[in-house]
């Protein structure tokens, strides 16, 4: 197959690769923890750089388990978490800058990391209409 450059795939193309994402849909800002390759990743652990508070910054959302405990994440799979309505964010006038380290091991036990970066103030005047879940269709 092909990369998106259109070199030919090397061994470690085929592994897992995991990432920490971030969503906005409809005032709401997401984590999403994905596995982006193309083996399961084992041992998935995210540590963040420093506190992250979400749910109107009632929560350390660097705290939950998800980070912590996930032993696999098969490839293709993606888990987003809720992280808080951006207008909530950005009023508690928190830093907005995410870091985490994202540690998996591949089938073969081997170590990966990678080093993700967002700034979620990207998103601050990002427009949206907040349109009630249970609203009809138009």
Known sequence: GLDHAGLGRGPADVEADVILDVEFEDG????????????????????????????????RIDR?????????????????????????????????????RVAWRTDDGSRRSRLVRHDLDAYRDFPYLEVPRDAPAP
Not at 32 to 58: M, T, W, Y
Not at 74 to 100: H, K, M, Q, V, Y
């Open 28 to 59: 709401l800002l997401f984590l999403v923890l994905e596995n982006i390759g193309f083996r399961p990743a084992h041992s998935v652990r995210v540590r963040f750089g420093g506190p992250l508070r979400g749910l109107g910054g009632q929560k």
């Open 64 to 100: 939950l388990r998800i980070f912590r405990r996930l032993e696999l994440l098969p490839p293709g799979r993606r888990i987003r978490i809720f992280l808080d309505r951006s207008a909530l964010l950005f009023a508690r006038e928190e830093p907005t800058e995410i870091e985490a």
